[in-house]
């Protein structure tokens, strides 16, 4: 996938968006989005990434016009859509874009082709379409998700992954450039969700149309996005393509919601081309800090920072050669998951999780040596005593 090139046009421009519920009990107020600014280039499939109460469906449903904020500003195509500023408020039906819900939101009593040709039939235009022209539009869209000749079928008739591409073939016939996905593929099982995903990579390429898409799978949002907005407590607390906000999460909120992490704290003890943090598995060197270390600040000797290593960069018994930093620990748990096995360790206070390839079997309470490279390891500010994970 591609990452977004500087000075492409954009889509969707969201400016110091804002929006509070008050509490069901009347007692104060929450912010599910809290001064959000966002650009969205044409063609591109952003992932809005984030678990329960983060504010990333209220996002997607104010983009489409579901709710209305209280502060900012949404253009989508040109087409100034909300602004609080100047009284904005377009409906949905108004804005330029299709939504795909998670519940389908298909007609029951209607066939696949009445479901898919609604859009038509229902919008607002100054040129009403016939009757062939509908039929050839729902035609080529069904085709387009791979339903040829299902026109007649009802929806109870089709299975989960069909409905779905149903919802999806209604959002592409309306020729909307804007389409916005909530939780689409959770309703599926696990293979057909694979399979979906694939799908819907290669139709968004083929078609070409911009993807604004909630999830809290960490994988499907890997698997889709050209980026991805992780959410937190109503802001974006990290905007990257996949492969960087995996390895160089910007936070500890980031590094754990994303994949697994191993967190250690530590106290910085020398700086020059390398640093040389203290902790309590031993001292470790980072090659080339200043690239590892997320910080806003400079990083200075005696700052206190949190180590970060991937489960998988973690090195078993990796001999007295390596350059790695290396320590010693206990195996707690071992576990078989088909590709790796996932070893649980201690060393004192800390554990820590490894993922190996190797076929080596350990018996718990196994004494092993662990490694992890010096540019494999990054360096997070630490986390204030009152943060915790929302």
């Given amino acids: 996938m591609a990452e977004p090139q500087e000075g492409a046009p954009h889509r969707v421009e969201i400016r110091g968006l804002s929006k509070s519920f008050r509490r069901r009990s009347g007692a104060g107020t929450i912010k599910p989005i809290d001064d959000i600014t966002l650009s969205i280039q044409d063609g591109e499939f952003l992932v809005l990434l984030g678990p329960s109460g983060c504010g990333k469906t209220t996002l997607l449903r104010s983009i489409a016009g579901l709710e209305r904020p209280d502060e900012g500003s949404i253009s989508i195509d040109g087409t100034t859509v ?25 007609w029951p009593h209607m066939t ?13 235009s100054t040129r009403r379409l016939g009757h062939a022209e509908i039929a050839a539009r729902v035609e080529q869209a069904l085709a387009k998700v791979g339903l040829v000749g299902l026109g007649d079928q009802y929806p109870g008739q089709l299975s989960g992954g069909q409905q779905q591409r149903v919802a999806l073939a209604r959002a592409l016939v309306s020729e909307a450039q804007v389409l916005l996905f909530d939780e689409p593929l959770s309703n599926v099982d696990a293979k057909v ?5 694939a799908q819907l990579v290669e139709m968004q390429r083929e078609l070409g149309f911009t993807a604004i898409y909630v999830t809290h799978d960490q994988a499907e949002a890997m698997e889709l996005a050209d980026r991805i907005a992780v959410l937190n407590s109503g802001r974006i607390e990290q905007l990257d393509p996949p492969r960087r906000v995996y390895q160089r999460p910007q936070s500890r909120y980031v590094a754990e919601f994303i994949g697994s992490a191993n967190l250690v704290a530590g106290v910085v003890r020398s700086l020059d081309e390398r640093a040389v943090v203290d902790t309590a598995l031993g001292s470790f060197v980072i090659e080339d800090y200043t690239e590892h270390w997320t910080g806003d600040t400079p990083l200075g000797t ?7 290593f991937r489960p998988e960069d973690c090195l078993v018994d ?18 078989f998951t088909g590709v790796q096995q996932h070893l649980l360790v201690h060393s004192g206070d800390e554990r820590l999780i490894v ?13 092993l040596r662990l490694g992890v490279e010096r540019h494999k ?14």
């Fill in 355 to 367: 993922l190996t390839t190797n076929d080596a079997q350990y018996p718990e309470g196994a004494k």
């Fill in 82 to 106: 909300y602004d609080s500023g100047r009284g904005i408020f377009l409906p949905p039906n108004r804005r330029p874009i299709s939504m795909i819900f998670q519940s389908y939101a298909l």
């Fill in 302 to 308: 005696g700052d206190s920072v949190t180590l970060m």
């Fill in 377 to 390: 390891l990054h360096l997070l500010p630490p986390v204030p005593a009152e943060s915790g994970a929302a």
């Fill in 318 to 335: 990796p001999g007295p050669d390596s350059r790695s930093n290396m320590w010693d620990v206990e195996l707690v748990r071992t576990s």
């Fill in 193 to 197: 969700r694979e399979e979906l995903r």
């Fill in 112 to 124: 696949i082709f009445k479901n898919v040709a609604y859009p038509l039939r229902s919008r607002k």
